[in-house]
């Protein structure tokens, strides 16, 4: 798990609580487990990225993550969105556990992004 790994997202707050429930954990013990990378914690990624109908089955889904990406969209245009999603659900294919898989696609989403946002302010003037 990288250790950048922020749950921040409007949406990503809202299944959190739920999400850590039911795994038996609470909002209390959210940055121990961070702070230890607790495999626990894919889980609970997973159960997030669930919630919000991005994985399903086990899969992916390439349009309901592209139709979720506002502010990569705002930021860099659909294109780039596209291309990043694509990138990060191919990243994640080679796992077949729900949870590797969910923290492989979501660290491949913020890494990739800080690498966007680091190249767009190096253009700043």
């Not at 294919?93 to 492989?104: G, I, L, V, Y």
């Amino acid at each position: 798990m990288s250790g950048s790994r922020s749950y921040n997202s409007a949406k990503s707050q809202t299944f959190l609580p739920e999400c850590l429930f039911e795994r038996g954990l609470s909002m209390d013990a959210l940055p121990s487990l961070a702070e230890k990378r607790d495999p626990q914690l894919n889980c609970v990624q997973a159960c997030i990225l669930e919630k919000k109908r991005i994985l399903k089955d086990g899969h992916i889904n390439r349009n309901e993550a592209v139709r979720q990406s506002g502010y990569v969209i705002k930021e860099f245009g659909e294109e780039t969105a596209i291309k990043l999603i694509e990138l990060c659900i191919e990243s994640a294919k080679s796992s077949d556990d729900k949870c590797e898989k969910a923290n492989t696609f979501t660290d491949c989403i913020i890494e990739t992004l800080q690498d966007l946002v680091k190249k767009k302010i190096k253009k700043l003037p």
